[in-house]
């Protein structure tokens, strides 16, 4: 019953930012959120990284020529866009401008560059998360182990993650992502918090008047 009642109080919805070195699990992460948090929405980036063999076009990123990359980019079409790993990625501007119209949450997996532009654009509606791994040798099992990059991919993955790792100093918040349970109910447990913000939620207003009988 009062779960429900939350879910009728108008409130503004939260850009999720999670970001980490690559192989530090926010993937992971990421999908076992948007399984359990069926309000929350994945914001889908365009890539002109090569497509893996698991990933499907349209589900985990829009697979873009450089070319047709750069016409989006120029156009506006983007919110914000990085170079990462010598490939270029960026978060479509439409589905967040509908999404957080609409009082409902949105994920964004994206690196640092990408998190630190929406902080600045939307401070107020962004939540950022960084992940770190509990060890170099774990990150580094961790990119073998989901062999889906070629070596020399791994190799730069893993020459940019010290670099990378520098910027949970700009996050809100820092997960260590050595047990996946626990790394991911940190995460889940703060974008709950974080729904419940006085500042998010202008129907407390309107609940306060029903509730005082105004
Ligand atoms: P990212 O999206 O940050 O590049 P992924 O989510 O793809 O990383 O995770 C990299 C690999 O590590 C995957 O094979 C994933 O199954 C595994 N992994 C993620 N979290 C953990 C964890 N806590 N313990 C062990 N393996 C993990
Ligand atoms: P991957 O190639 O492993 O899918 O992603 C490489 C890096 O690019 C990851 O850190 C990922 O979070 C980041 N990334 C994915 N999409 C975007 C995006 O739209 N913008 C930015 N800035 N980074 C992104």
Sequence with gaps: MDAEITQTIKR???????????????????????????????????????????????????????????RRRDSDALLEWAEVHGNLYGTPRDPVDEVMSEGRDMLFDIDYQGGLQLMEKARADVVSVFLLPPSMSELKSRLERRAEDAADAIKKRLANAEEEITHWREYDFVVVNDDLDRAFHEVQSILIAERLRRDRRPGLFEFEETLLGL
């Design 12 to 70: 503004r919805g939260v850009m999720l930012v999670l970001s980490s070195p690559s192989g530090a699990g926010k993937s992971t992460i990421a999908r076992n959120l948007l399984e359990k948090e069926k309000t929350l929405e994945l914001s889908v980036s365009v890539t002109t990284r090569p497509r893996r063999g698991s990933e499907i076009d349209g589900t985990h990123y829009h697979f873009l020529t450089k070319l047709e990359f750069e």
